[in-house]
């Protein structure tokens, strides 16, 4: 068990030469959190998990959920699968005046100041101070925010944040993340021309935030400041994935050896070729942040059972069907505000991108009533249903083999299961196994 803060000696690690990062869980979707809860304890690896700005503040975020509530989540599914809370480190990403950008700013950073302190309150150890968005009184929408008004405001939260956290103990006083240079929250709305942040950039936001800390005596905080958010050049739209080219990058990796105690985060990692995430750690992206392709694969799990109970119970009279995704993508049309400003096309497109498209924003729906009622009921008709082996190999290919292996059953859970943990995998093997 590692005795100093986890994250710095990260960190030291990695700056010791060790090819070695950290996967950032980004959901809260509770068969994410379950799988990523036991492939940790599986691979005996400390476990990196994030809310969001928009997922959970003091007001509940669109999720309902509180960063005190949020932590109580996470530790009783760790308890009920027996992994030490310990191991677990909690995230909050993207947190400032994100939420509150469409207010003026005094008023907005009134609520990032409380949402910043909620969450150290509840226990959080690392936090992303995201305050690059330009509130209503910023001026004009279409520029970029000042970079010394964004490394002042960041300032302020951190100030916050170090006085919420007086009392803790130093191996878990908060970790900082400064920067950014990535979509907003919940992912990029259009696929776009990819921006590869410039390393003039870089050193302008460490030095204009550095002093910033200093002018608010934030000096001790510094030293935990661990990572800086850059556009390394990785995304996705609704059908493509902009890959990791490592030659491209190659000034930003340059850059971060000038400085002992960062190393860089990238976000909007998933879809990324497996080959590419290990080029990005050893590029020193070593927190490496996936959301999506998570619960992309848990839909994909989802779906291919709903396919399965149809052709296995179509029949069968006394047995009504979950009709699962018939549901979910009502219930998408009934409530359209999670995907409407994000899909554009025409109605056929759109349509196909609701149930598809890898900003999987159906992720947003899965906790809706009548939603996780189908599943749980298409969940029970499979269960009490033996699904022959024919039909996974038909359906779930991968899930097949594990099964004939002998390491997963027939249980629809456990199928769903295995595709999530599937894609956690391929951060192990990029993050040379994590750390323990």
Request: hydrophobic share 40%.
């Amino acid at each position: 068990m590692i005795t100093e803060n986890k994250i710095l000696w990260l960190i030291k690690e990695h700056k010791l030469g060790k090819k070695i990062g950290i996967t950032s869980v980004c959901s809260a979707n509770v068969y994410v959190l379950k799988a990523a809860i036991r492939n940790a304890q599986k691979k005996n690896q400390y476990l990196l998990i994030e809310s969001t700005s928009n997922q959970v503040d003091q007001f509940g975020g669109y999720t309902g959920i509180t960063p005190a509530v949020f932590r109580d989540i996470v530790f009783k599914l760790s308890k009920e699968l027996k992994f030490p809370k310990e191991k677990i480190i909690l995230g909050g990403d993207h947190l400032g005046p994100n939420r509150w950008q469409y207010e003026d700013s005094s008023s907005a950073m009134a609520k990032a100041k409380d949402q910043i302190a909620a969450y150290v309150r509840a226990g959080y150890q690392k936090l992303h101070l995201d305050t690059s968005m330009k509130c209503s009184d910023d001026g004009n929408k279409e520029q970029p925010l000042d970079a010394s008004i964004i490394a002042e405001r960041a300032a302020i939260l951190c100030k916050v944040a170090e006085d919420a956290s007086i009392g803790r103990a130093k191996t878990d006083l908060p970790v900082y993340i400064i920067g950014t240079d990535v979509p907003p929250p919940g992912g990029a709305k259009d696929e776009h021309y990819l921006h590869i942040t410039t390393k003039e950039d870089v050193e302008r936001t460490i030095e204009l935030t550095k002093n910033a800390f200093e002018k608010y005596n934030l000096h001790d905080a510094w030293e935990r400041v661990a990572a800086v958010v850059v556009q390394p050049g990785v995304e996705f739209g609704d059908e493509s994935v902009f890959n990791y080219d490592r030659y491209k990058a190659k000034e930003l990796s340059k850059l971060i050896n000038r400085f002992d105690n960062l190393i860089y985060e990238a976000h909007s990692t998933d879809y990324q070729k497996k080959i590419s995430l290990k080029h990005m750690v050893e590029d020193h992206f070593a927190i490496l942040k996936v959301g999506p392709w998570l619960t992309y694969a848990m839909r994909e799990a989802i779906f291919a059972l709903a396919l399965i109970e149809k052709e296995l119970l179509s029949n069968r009279k006394d047995i009504q069907l979950s009709n699962l995704i018939d549901i979910v993508d009502q219930q998408m049309l009934n409530d359209q505000k999670y995907w409407v400003k994000y899909y554009i096309g025409s109605e056929d497109e759109i349509k196909i991108k609701r149930k598809y498209s890898y900003s999987d924003r159906i992720r947003y729906y899965w906790n809706y009533k009548i939603v996780n009622a189908a599943l749980m009921k298409l969940i029970i008709n499979l269960r009490d249903n033996k699904i022959p082996i024919s039909l996974i190999s038909q359906f779930m290919p991968q899930e097949y083999e594990a099964i004939v292996n002998g390491n997963i059953t027939l249980d629809p859970q456990e199928l769903i299961n295995n595709k999530i943990t599937h894609i956690l995998e391929i951060y192990n093997y990029a993050t040379n196994g994590g750390f323990r």
